[in-house]
């Protein structure tokens, strides 16, 4: 079994910045590509970003530029640092590794 836990989300005005936490235990044998999803309200979820166990990153247009997704050394724990933020950003943001879902973590933007 595998466990996915995700932290950090949070209130942030427009403009503002929140780095997201991700960490994946359990039944796990090795480093694998770990993603980054993002679900509006009344939306379909959405890529994000993903982060290979080799450390090669790779983002959704919309996010390019802004969001920087890290992994923690030779773990499956990984980071999205989020700059430049804006309301279109908010959504519940969620960690996958292999199948495996987290819970998701919110993140909203307002002032």
């Known amino acids: 079994q595998v466990q996915v836990v995700e932290s950090g989300g949070g209130l942030v005005q427009p403009g503002g910045s929140l780095r997201l936490s991700c960490a994946a235990s359990?039944?796990?044998?090795?480093?694998?590509?770990m993603y980054w999803y993002r679900q509006a309200p009344g939306e379909q979820r959405e890529f994000v970003a993903y982060?290979?166990?080799?450390?090669?990153?790779n983002y959704a247009d919309s996010v390019k530029g802004r969001f920087t997704i890290s992994r923690a050394g030779a773990k499956n724990t990984v980071y999205l640092q989020m700059n430049s933020l804006t309301p279109e950003g908010s959504a519940v943001y969620y960690c996958?590794?292999?199948?495996?879902w987290g819970q998701g973590t919110r993140v909203t933007v307002s002032s």
């Open positions: 996958k590794i292999i199948h495996n």
């Open positions: 982060i290979t166990s080799g450390g090669y990153p």
């Open positions: 359990g039944s796990i044998s090795g480093l694998y590509t």
